[in-house]
């Protein structure tokens, strides 16, 4: 009978390739041409209902984007339910579905550290790994091992290269406010109600000011302070903002998980 400690190793693996596979979806759903619109936010109203024993029922933003559409060229206007709210003026991606023709917020720029179709394939390996281990095939088992860590590096510093060659013009920003986000209510077992934080920042790009909330968050308050100045990255090619620049510290740990990956891959392939 297998020990239940072995089936827990195939857990990190199937995780992963479940998640991925999700983002797979999303980014072949929104990267069809004409699939998205870019649009500006004007204004966002919290609506919240209660049930009469005063439970929540209804949480969301209703969010009012401005955005030009392509076929007549003409400004339109579209409310959108989202979970977060967005500050006016922060520029946003409209996904039309093509069955029901409702708008959908998207993130805008995909900020992926690895790619989900690279995240399907190391959840697959991780898989392998923990079939291979509980075969006791270590060799496979290494030989997988070897290229997840090959993976690894070659998709740091291949992010780090792309960056580099959007040549990205860095922004300063100021934190001017902090969005509180409920993510789970008190309750018996639970404890105090949590809360995400988000920074809502501001920027100057072409002589206009514009507010952001940025993706980045923490699960602290004290983790952002109005006032302080944080980094953006405009992309001149994209036209759009960046949270993350090309990052040295991302290449230096890409090259050590390449070079860990090859020499692990040349001795293993060294004793077959």
């Known amino acids: 009978m297998t020990d239940f400690s072995q089936l827990l190793m195939y857990i990190p693996g199937i995780v992963i390739f479940l998640v991925a596979s999700g983002q797979v979806r999303e980014y072949l759903r929104t990267s069809k041409p004409d699939a998205t619109r ?49 500050a006016a003026n922060q520029k ?7 069955v029901t023709g409702e708008p ?9 550290l690895f790619h989900p179709w690279l995240g399907m394939i190391g959840g697959a390996l991780l898989i392998l790994l923990a079939l291979f281990q509980t075969q006791g095939k ?11 860590f090959i993976g690894i590096g070659v998709c740091m510093i291949a992010n780090f290269i792309f960056l ?25 077992f639970s404890g105090g109600a949590r809360y995400t934080y988000y920074p809502i920042v501001r920027y100057e790009l072409d002589g206009n000011n514009t507010l952001r ?25 994209e036209n759009n903002i960046r949270e993350k620049g090309a990052n040295v510290f991302i290449l230096i740990v ?7 990956g090859l020499l692990a891959g040349i001795s293993i392939l060294s004793v077959l």
């Open 213 to 237: 909330r940025c993706n980045v968050n923490s699960s602290r308050k004290d983790s952002f302070k109005i006032g302080d100045e944080v980094k953006l990255f405009f992309s001149p090619s």
């Open 38 to 86: 870019k649009g500006t936010v004007k204004f966002s109203k919290h609506v919240t209902k209660n049930d009469k024993y005063g439970r929540q029922v209804f949480d969301f933003y209703e969010t009012t984007v401005e955005s030009v559409n392509p076929k007549t060229n003409k400004k339109e206007r579209h409310t959108v339910k989202s979970p977060v709210e967005y």
């Open 164 to 188: 580099k060659r959007k040549k990205l013009v860095q922004l300063q920003a100021e934190i001017v406010d902090i969005y509180e986000r409920q993510i789970s209510k008190e309750g018996r």
């Open 92 to 98: 946003v991606d409209l996904f039309f579905d093509k």
């Open 104 to 112: 959908v917020l998207t993130n805008g720029i995909n900020e992926w």
């Open 254 to 260: 890409g090259i050590v998980s390449l070079l860990c």
């Open 138 to 148: 270590e060799i496979y088992a290494m030989l997988c091992l070897s290229l997840i």
